[in-house]
């Protein structure tokens, strides 16, 4: 990998497109590989959506780019090389999740225009057996809707947003798309991976924090369930300050690991897939509080 956004942190910028141009302009310069990475990246991403609308995700980093389907990578571009997963017709296969014979095809990018059409289809393909295989994404929270709003820019066209994204409330009307009727209560079964958490730590975290303080008053606003009379008693949610999302493997949590933590600033924390320390939360709640 070779060049990289200097500036750019995941955790705060990947919603944000005017970093995703940033980005996209040092990794690739030249304009008619910008074009082609964002036209590689827009088909998968619909060939993916087709198939299961939640089993995509396309993250940005200070090198590249990656498009995973559950939790196989199906396309990485960084500055240089791009790579891609595709389906074979004998062999074994790349990802145990993901039971087709397979393969992988890299290029450089100068080269990406002269890719065979046969290696795009059988990447395709891929995609298509991963997204069957796994239609839910683990990792919705590393989604970059900033990307996607970039590649519209450059395509001068609209992409899916995965079923499990939030819209935010600055995405624009016209990207919207939404129905303003809709059916809901289907029952289906789905199966996915989810990360463990220790419902132990969380009630040993309450105990410690009632021992010492009397009560559990969120460690940003200070507010306090317990004006819910009984309803509210010794309730709180508690936050993990380093993310299990980001960690590859198993990991030791102790109390000091955790925050106590209203309803209210624990979505705040984590809006648009983020994990914002407390003190910016609370200094962004202190803002609004000086201007009412």
Known sequence: MGKRLQSFDADRDRGNEQK??????????????????AERLARSIRCAHKQANASWE??????????????????????????????S?????????????????????????????????????????????KTISPFKNSFSEGAVKHIETLLRAKLPRPAYFEHRSDTPPELLDMPQVGTEGHRRLVSHFCIERDRGLVEQKKREV??????????????????????????????HLSPLSKTKA???????????????????????????????????????????
């Open 20 to 37: 995703a141009t940033e980005l996209f302009n040092v990794l690739w310069p030249d304009p008619n590989i910008r074009i082609a990475c």
């Open 58 to 87: 396309i993250t940005l980093f200070n090198w590249g780019v990656r498009l995973n389907v559950g939790q196989v990578l199906v396309l990485q571009f960084d500055s240089d090389d791009l790579l891609a997963y595709a389906r």
């Open 89 to 133: 017709s004998r062999g074994k296969s790349v990802y145990n999740a993901v039971r087709v014979p397979s393969r992988t095809f890299q290029y450089t990018l100068s080269k990406i225009s002269a890719i065979p059409a046969k290696e795009w289809r059988d990447h395709e393909l891929f995609i298509k057996a991963a997204a069957k295989a």
């Open 210 to 239: 009632l021992g010492a303080k009397g009560r559990l008053a969120c460690e940003v606003c200070k507010f306090d369930f317990s004006v819910y009379m009984n309803l509210g008693e010794e309730f709180c949610e508690v936050h």
């Open 250 to 292: 198993e990991v030791h949590t102790s109390l000091s690991d955790l925050a106590v933590v209203c309803a209210n600033c624990h979505r705040m924390i984590h809006r648009g897939g983020q994990s914002r320390s407390l003190t910016k939360v609370r200094a962004s709640l202190n803002r609004t509080a000086r201007n009412s």
